[in-house]
């Protein structure tokens, strides 16, 4: 449930992961993502809209829609981010639409093929096969215009928690940046991401905390405070809430 601002693919690029048992909080950004499981289940929501991925079953988000996923028991997975460059005229075409099913449907082969590119594959077999999904995609979709108020406020929180989220960041301060009642920010952000906005600023911290426990050796204490937690205890307490293991765990199981 990450503004992934430093994820964005302004050029034409683009990033193929496979994985198993993802989950992945409500976020945004400035790509297409296909999400294809190849085995199991997984639980999407788009803009609120839930969707049940099955064995070979795919969904494409669109930019700047939230979006979140889970794994239902299990799953094994392909994602496929692309930056709307690297189909510059489809993008251009529905930079200001959403469609009003993200299911993909009758591109299985695509989607596979998809799954085995490779970086150093020619630039022009990979953008025709991402042209090649989005035409199966458009083929009997409908679109609605997209409501800007409503998006750019959504990206206006986000930025704020990114930009605030080492201090209180709270929702009256979140209202007073934005010139939004409380009561009203605070049902929008529910109904867009299905977390409260308190909810999603501990995953925030806990998101950059998993980062420094990674990369530095800060203590867990100098961690805890870097990320705005008031105390080692409120900190300790939403790690294990959030991920099933304390801080201590989760760095030794890095080494």
Excluded at 59 to 73: D, G, M
């Amino acid at each position: 449930m990450f503004y992934q601002s430093q994820n964005s693919y302004n050029a034409e690029n683009f990033k193929i992961e496979h994985g198993c048992n993802f989950c992945f909080p409500a976020h945004l950004h400035e790509n297409f993502e296909l999400i294809w499981v190849k085995d199991g289940q997984m639980q999407v929501k788009i803009d609120g809209k839930s969707y049940i991925l099955d064995r070979n079953e795919a969904v494409l988000v669109f930019p700047n829609q939230v979006h979140e996923l889970s794994t239902l028991n299990s799953s094994e997975h392909c994602l496929a981010l692309f930056s709307t460059r690297i189909v510059k005229a489809y993008g251009n075409v529905f930079s200001s639409k959403i469609p009003t099913d993200n299911k993909i449907k009758n591109s299985d082969d695509i989607i596979e093929l998809i799954g085995k590119i490779k970086e150093n594959d020619s630039l022009l077999t990979i953008k025709g096969l991402f042209y090649l999904l989005c035409a199966r995609f458009d083929e009997e979709r409908e679109y609605v215009d997209r409501i800007k108020e409503k998006d750019d406020l959504i990206l206006k929180i986000f930025q704020f928690v990114e930009k605030n989220h080492s201090k209180e960041c709270s929702l009256d301060d979140l209202a007073k940046e934005t010139a939004y009642h409380y009561a009203y920010l605070s049902k929008y952000f529910k109904d867009r991401t299905s977390l409260s906005f308190t909810e999603y600023v501990n995953r925030y911290r806990i998101n950059e905390a998993c980062y420094l426990l990674s990369n530095t050796d800060s203590s867990i204490l100098k961690i805890a405070m870097d990320t705005g937690f008031d105390s080692l205890r409120s900190f300790n307490r939403n790690f294990k809430k959030i991920l099933s293991v304390s801080p201590t765990e989760y760095r030794k199981k890095l080494h």
